[in-house]
């Protein structure tokens, strides 16, 4: 079995990013124990740099480049966090960085993307495709794009946090990860399964948006319509073609929750952990919130993917 990315290639984004992102905590909590019925590690990638373990897959990406690509630039398309990664990884890296955001993204996230130092180019949602003109800048200006998943040096950039869980708990039963479109849950699979073959990797989506959990079924890539749900991070229409064998070859099940779930999860995490996690975040926790039997005393990995959350609507969670 001969997959596009290796474990090797999540060692060496490893070793690029030691000293540059955060080797984030693992937290535990008997009081989610016992909600899970479980042993719980929970890796805490919402209190990575940019609020998100997608800084290490933009960084391993752009660190990547070769000379001549990094002094031309790098191009992303993302409203959310992989424009945000993507934006701070340049500037560390003193590489020029484009984001296209559409012109009607929240205010917020179009100031913290240019206080990163990145140039954002905006497009009309009505009337432009975003990936043509993404497609169209990169080549006009020699930029390299970065996609948010489907991108070797991004997926094993990702797996670094899986990597770290394991160096610092030990063997785990069952590791818990977020998809969106596969980036994470695929890197974090090569590190379980070279470090921890037994553990078995479920991937957990939204109710609303479950292309990967279909995908899987039916052992071909599936597209859905663009999801409703709160989970932003996980509204991805289909898996990748490099994530997708990944996911297939190394991950034992996809599961769904509901965005009640994720609401009454950041409300947990806010008072119980005192944390603030994002709802694409709160995803794994709350699969095994809802107690599935048969983690029932075993030693379960969860991945807190990040926490960036708008604040009206971490306030709504609260109330
Ligand atoms: C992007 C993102 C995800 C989904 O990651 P994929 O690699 O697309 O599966 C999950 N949570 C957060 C917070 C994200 O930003």
Do not use: W
Not at 114 to 121: F, S
Not at 137 to 147: Q, T, V, W
Request: aromatic share 6%; net charge neutral.
């Amino acid at each position: 079995m001969t997959l596009p990315v290796t474990f090797d290639d999540v060692v060496a984004a490893a070793g690029r990013l030691n000293g540059v992102a955060h080797r984030t905590p693992v937290l535990t909590s008997t009081t989610a124990d016992a909600l899970a019925g479980a042993q719980l590690f929970f890796k805490a990638e919402n209190l990575q740099r940019m609020g998100a373990f997608k800084f290490r897959g933009a960084y391993n990406a752009i660190a990547s480049l070769d000379a001549e690509s990094k002094r031309r630039g790098v191009l992303a398309f993302s409203s959310g966090n992989h424009a945000q990664a993507i934006a701070l990884a340049g500037r560390l890296l003193g590489v020029a960085a484009t984001i296209v955001m559409p012109s009607d993204a929240p205010a917020i996230k179009l100031a913290a993307t240019r206080g990163y130092g990145a140039e954002v180019v905006t497009y009309d949602r009505m009337t432009e495709d975003r990936e043509a003109l993404a497609r169209r800048l990169a080549e006009e200006r020699g930029l390299a794009l970065i996609p948010p998943f489907d991108h070797a040096a991004v997926i094993a950039g990702q797996g670094t946090a899986a990597k770290e869980l394991f160096e610092d708990v030990g063997l785990l039963d069952y590791l818990f990860v977020c998809v969106g479109g596969g980036g994470l849950i695929s890197g974090c699979a090569l590190a379980a399964h070279a470090l921890a073959p037994q553990c078995q990797v479920i991937g957990v989506e939204p109710e609303a948006g479950n292309d990967v959990q279909q995908s899987f079924g039916r052992g071909e890539i599936v597209k859905i319509p663009v999801p409703q749900t709160i989970a932003d991070g996980a509204q991805t229409q289909a898996p990748g073609k490099l994530t997708f064998p990944i996911i297939r070859a190394l991950v034992t099940d996809v599961q769904t929750v509901s965005d009640a779930a994720l609401v009454e999860a950041m409300r947990f995490f806010a008072m119980r952990l005192k944390i603030v996690v994002e709802p694409t975040g709160c995803l794994a926790a709350a699969a095994v919130f809802a107690r599935p039997p048969h983690i029932a005393g075993k030693r379960v990995g969860v991945l807190l993917s990040g926490g960036n959350v708008d604040p009206a609507m971490l306030a709504r969670a609260l109330a």
